[in-house]
């Protein structure tokens, strides 16, 4: 069974940057696409980024695109979510996801194994 752990939130100020961590344990990270997804306050969990387990093929959220990166570090069996030029509306729990079949469509229902998030806040 694959598990997940997020690492890295924390409180920020308009325009920082944080790099969230995504460590997989139980089974290798690359039989998994890896996705990110977020859930603020009064709103749906939303998809914001995915990074494929075959070709690398990264998908982004419009919302982030220019602003988030994620990569794969599979040495490491981490996936790493590089956040730039935060906005007060990134603010909410950010959960990394792993999927079996590696479409990366950032459907949630794909996803079968999510860790337990970790709090972005951005604010001043």
Not at 8 to 31: F, T
Not at 41 to 46: H, V
Request: neutral net charge; charged residues 15%.
């Amino acid at each position: 069974q694959l598990q997940l752990v997020e690492s890295g939130g924390g409180l920020v100020q308009p325009g920082g940057s944080l790099r969230l961590s995504c460590a997989a344990s139980g089974l290798p990270l690359d039989y998994y696409a890896i996705g990110w997804f977020r859930q603020a306050p009064g709103k749906e969990r939303e998809a914001v980024s995915c990074i494929s387990n075959n070709n690398g093929t990264t998908h982004y959220a419009d919302s982030v695109t220019g602003r988030f990166t994620i990569s794969r570090d599979s040495a490491k069996s981490v996936v790493y979510l590089q956040m730039n030029g935060l906005k007060p509306e990134d603010t909410g729990v950010y959960y990394c996801a792993g999927e079996i079949w590696g479409w990366c469509r950032m459907q949630s229902s794909d996803f079968t194994s999510w860790g337990q998030g970790t709090q972005v806040t951005v604010s001043s």
